[in-house]
């Protein structure tokens, strides 16, 4: 598994992502406005279409849902809009602001908490739903975030994780082209093969990874690599046989039941 060689403590981290929000390259809008939060919904659904098909986010109404590295709620939300009783926590006060004005603004409830993942703030069992997306790979000990989000989730829940596929066309793109992934100056940011992730997820009764994450066009660069990446290479790799790269895609999704 690719760690950096030094290890950094739980402040750093929380000091970079204070500051490293997702995807605010991507609006023009004042940050807390509708607009800032449209954009970034609307990005962030264009760049990962495939969750609305694979997340169950309308089937928690009335029930508990956790989402750990809540940032703005831009998913958070999408759970409370079909009724869930929803939790948000992240370990950057920034981020947690930011979701409090997103919840506020479409005039639904959440419990919004600055927390660590590795050491949650709740009793067992408090959970029907443990939602982490792009957070495992981020902070510091990955097994003691897993094992929270655990610890939390009711008999019969469910934990849903994405992390970084190692073996995937964007970290190979990255390297031949010179062109760093987002995030690549993070404190903390480790990259898995599918069987060390079906390692990590150990511990839960039933695990399925799907990979997923495949090109789109990219509004985050521009120039001569941009172009040919949006005009050729989307097209060119999605018109190839899914059954052939599926393997390969950006993003491991993990549902896991206890």
Not at 29 to 40: I, Q
Not at 211 to 222: A, D, I, Q, W, Y
Request: with cysteine.
């Amino acid at each position: 598994m690719a760690t950096r060689p030094d290890h950094p403590t739980q402040q750093a981290v929380r000091a970079y992502w204070d500051t490293h929000i997702h995807d605010l390259d991507i609006t023009t809008h004042p940050p807390g406005s509708a607009g800032f939060f449209a954009d970034l919904e609307q990005y962030h659904f264009e760049k990962l279409h495939h969750l609305p098909r694979l997340v169950p986010f309308d089937q928690y109404r009335g029930r508990r849902v956790l989402e750990v590295g809540c940032g703005a709620g831009t998913d958070l939300i999408r759970f409370a809009r079909h009724g869930a009783k929803v939790t948000g926590v992240d370990l950057a006060p920034a981020s947690i602001a930011l979701a409090a004005r997103n919840f506020e603004l479409e005039r639904l409830p959440a419990r919004l908490v600055v927390a660590d993942g590795e050491a949650l703030p709740f009793s067992e069992h408090a959970f029907d739903l443990v939602y982490a997306h792009g957070v495992v790979q981020y902070t510091t000990d990955d097994r003691a975030l897993v094992r929270e989000c655990r610890r939390v989730l009711r008999p019969g829940g469910m934990a849903v994780f994405q992390v970084y596929n190692r073996l995937s066309w964007l970290n190979a793109l990255s390297q031949v082209t010179k062109v760093d992934l987002e995030h690549v100056d993070a404190p903390m940011l480790k990259k898995y093969s599918i069987g060390e992730f079906r390692d990590l997820l150990k511990e839960f009764q039933a695990v399925r990874i799907v990979p997923e994450r495949f090109p789109v066009k990219t509004r985050l660069h521009g120039g001569l690599k941009g172009a040919l990446y949006n005009t050729c290479f989307v097209g060119l790799f999605n018109a190839l046989p899914r059954s052939l790269t599926r393997r390969f895609g950006w993003h491991l999704l993990a549902f896991c039941e206890v």
